[in-house]
């Protein structure tokens, strides 16, 4: 089926989710704004981390066999009641790894697939809109293989929507807000691909990586690096995603360690490293 019938099919089948949002309002928070701590996350999915800056500057030794990512520290905040949502990341110092960059995510909630993508709004929402996962087989799953196999039967597939990055500063610090109004793919480096008119707007940062007693043992050349995310291919362009009117409960943010398909020893593969579990929310009216 080609791929334009498929996205056609699964928006059809998004209406039969919309009968069920009446009993999942009560459980969202109406007072227009929620405050919880991001959570270490034990990543199964066998990602390995990374321990090298957005500059690739190696963390020192030490650095590397130490640090852990906080509990009770790295606050999220995020709107219930707004469209697009929005989700402000505050950090303080040493609570991430310094100069590096995460993936901010969207994910439905854990639950035995039953061959009906519209049969979970939150992942079906996510999931056409971002990208579509199964846990249990740890791969990505495309639009035609939810919408036709049944292979999947009783795994845990969900969807998640990469909408946006962050880097923390020098400190491992930081205060972002982000509109859940993309869908990426993965994060680039300007000088690894060149960015299309698709992708997501260039960001750029300077890293300035010097012995400090935490995380570098030595100085590093002081570079500018350029960030943007690669659009998610058959995803509305960056700013375009509107996710459907309707109550959302049981969605997880995430932070997921952003690698750049480096080939590196201390590279990294995209592990997940912190979560806020539970978070509900209403879209529209």
């Not at 996205?7 to 227009?32: I, K």
């Not at 321990?51 to 020192?60: T, V």
């Not at 901010?104 to 709004?121: F, I, Q, S, V």
């Amino acid at each position: 089926m080609a791929a334009r019938q498929v996205l056609v099919v699964l928006a059809g089948l998004g209406a039969l989710w919309l009968a069920g949002c009446a009993d999942q309002a009560a459980r969202v928070d109406t007072s227009g704004a929620v405050t919880t701590f991001l959570q270490p996350f034990d990543d199964n999915a066998n990602q390995t981390p990374r321990w090298m800056d957005i500059a690739d500057n190696l963390y020192r030794s030490a650095f590397r066999t130490s640090y852990q990512y906080p509990t009770g520290v790295v606050q999220l905040q995020y709107t219930t009641q707004e469209t697009p949502l929005r989700f402000t990341v505050t950090a303080p110092t040493h609570a991430l790894k310094p100069s590096f960059c995460y993936q901010m995510k969207l994910e439905g909630p854990r639950e035995a697939w039953a061959n009906d993508p519209a049969a979970n709004n939150e992942n079906y929402q996510f999931g056409t809109n971002g990208r579509w996962w199964c846990d249990t087989c740890n791969a990505a799953l495309t639009d035609n293989d939810v919408l036709q196999s049944s292979a999947h039967l009783g795994h845990f597939v969900k969807g998640y929507l990469y909408f946006d990055f962050l880097v923390s500063n020098k400190t491992g610090a930081v205060q972002q807000t982000s509109s859940a109004n993309s869908s990426y793919h993965v994060t680039w480096k300007t000088s690894q691909r060149r960015r299309t008119s698709s992708d997501g707007p260039t960001r750029s940062m300077t890293v300035q990586a010097q012995k400090d007693g935490w995380a570098y043992d030595r100085n590093y050349r002081t570079t500018q690096v350029a960030l943007y995310g690669e659009q998610e291919p058959g995803r509305p362009l960056s700013g375009l995603v509107a996710l459907a009117p309707g109550a959302y409960a049981g969605v997880e943010f995430r932070l997921t360690e952003e690698s750049f398909h480096s080939r590196q020893p201390y590279g990294g593969n995209w592990r997940t490293v912190m979560r806020a579990p539970g978070l509900a929310f209403q879209i529209g009216g």
